[in-house]
């Protein structure tokens, strides 16, 4: 694990503690991830999995403290959301926009020149394809969830947060995330945003 001191750190926790209406759910964690370093977290519900919404202070913890670059996560900042990139199972779509209308959106909000391009890889590598003139409220719910998570992968990024990502995906799917993911981490810091993405 990194040195949470360390400049090259993009995530730290230290005497982290999460929970729910003042009840503590998990002992305080610590941690600290370098681009590149991939974190899973697993275990039954109620078990402290949530500790990882605290990193886009979508959870306030209880006690302990966490950065991303350095600084308090605030969603409200500008920066922030520019290098946070989270799914976090909210149901969130734009309903009057089709499966690639929604992605080239994404895409292009945040800066993407070759946005067409992502969205087509990502529409193939989600089979999603068939469906990308369709609007959200007639997909699956497997279907509508490859898109939200078709949605943060569409961006550049520093941090990526997923919360419970396989969730009412099929094992093919599954594994294809798996790799996914697997692959980003190998690639290292430099495989997800461009060069000019900005810390705030």
């Not at 990193?55 to 350095?70: H, R």
């Not at 009057?96 to 890889?121: C, I, M, N, R, S």
């Amino acid at each position: 694990m990194a040195d949470p001191h360390d400049d090259d750190v993009l995530v730290s926790a230290r005497e982290l503690s999460v929970g729910y209406a003042g009840v503590q759910v998990c002992p305080p964690v610590s941690l600290a991830l370098r681009a590149g370093q991939v974190l899973a977290v697993v275990g039954a519900n109620g078990t402290g999995k949530s500790t990882l919404r605290t990193v886009v202070g979508a959870l306030e913890p209880l006690g302990g403290q966490v950065t991303v670059l350095g600084e308090r996560p605030d969603p409200r900042d500008q920066g922030f959301r520019a290098a946070v990139a989270a799914e976090l199972g909210d149901d969130a779509v734009f309903p009057a926009l089709t499966v690639a209308e929604h992605l080239l959106l994404t895409a292009y909000g945040h800066g993407l020149t070759d946005a067409q391009e992502v969205v087509d890889g990502l529409l193939a590598e989600l089979t999603l394809e068939r469906h990308r003139n369709v609007l959200p409220h007639a997909l699956s719910s497997g279907q509508r969830r490859r898109l939200l998570l078709a949605s943060v992968l569409a961006r550049p990024r520093e941090v990526l947060v997923l919360d419970e990502p396989e969730q009412r995906l099929d094992a093919g799917m599954r594994t294809r995330l798996g790799e996914r993911l697997r692959a980003e981490g190998q690639a290292g810091p430099r495989c997800c945003w461009p060069a000019t993405t900005p810390r705030w």
